[in-house]
C-alpha cells in the first residue's frame, strides 16, 4: 500500500532553482533507502541522489548543486536543485525500497512515484 507522490516540478531559465519534494503514504517501517532517479531526453533513467543509513550520495553531474534530505517522520524526501542546467532537464522519479538491498542501481527499488517534470531551459 505503499505510495509515493512528487511535486515540485516545473519549468525554470538556466541557472534557477527549483526544490522538489516526495511524500509516502502506507508506510510502516522507515525506507532504508530513498533517492531521486531521472530520465533525461536520450538518456536512461539515472539516479541523481540517494540517501540511506544517513548518508547521502550524488550523481557526478550533481554534485554540489543539489541536496538530498528526508524527514523521517513523515516520510517525506527532498530535492533541492540549485544552479540548475539544460542538461537537468528531465522527468524525475521519487523511489523507496525497505529492504538492505537497496542502493544506487534503480532496479533495486521496488516503490516508485509517477514522476515530476523539471524542465530547464537555455
Known amino acids: 500500500q505503499v505510495q509515493l507522490v512528487e511535486s515540485g516540478g516545473g519549468s525554470v531559465q538556466a541557472g534557477g532553482s527549483l526544490t522538489l519534494s516526495c511524500a509516502a503514504s502506507?508506510?510502516?517501517?522507515?525506507?532504508?533507502?530513498m533517492g531521486w532517479f531521472r530520465r533525461s531526453p536520450g538518456k536512461e533513467r539515472e539516479a541523481v541522489a540517494i540517501?540511506?543509513?544517513?548518508?547521502?550520495t550524488y550523481a557526478e553531474s550533481v554534485q554540489g548543486r543539489f541536496t538530498i534530505s528526508k524527514d523521517k517522520d513523515q516520510h517525506t524526501l527532498y530535492l533541492q536543485m540549485y544552479s540548475l542546467k539544460p542538461e537537468d532537464t528531465g522527468m524525475y522519479y521519487c523511489?523507496?525500497?525497505?529492504?538492505?538491498?537497496?542502493?544506487?542501481?534503480?532496479?533495486?527499488?521496488?516503490?516508485w512515484g509517477q514522476g515530476t517534470q523539471v524542465t530547464v531551459s537555455s
Open positions: 540517501i540511506s543509513r544517513g548518508i547521502a
Open positions: 523511489a523507496a525500497d525497505d529492504r538492505f538491498t537497496c542502493g544506487w542501481e534503480d532496479k533495486s527499488y521496488n516503490y
Open positions: 502506507g508506510v510502516t517501517h522507515s525506507f532504508y533507502c
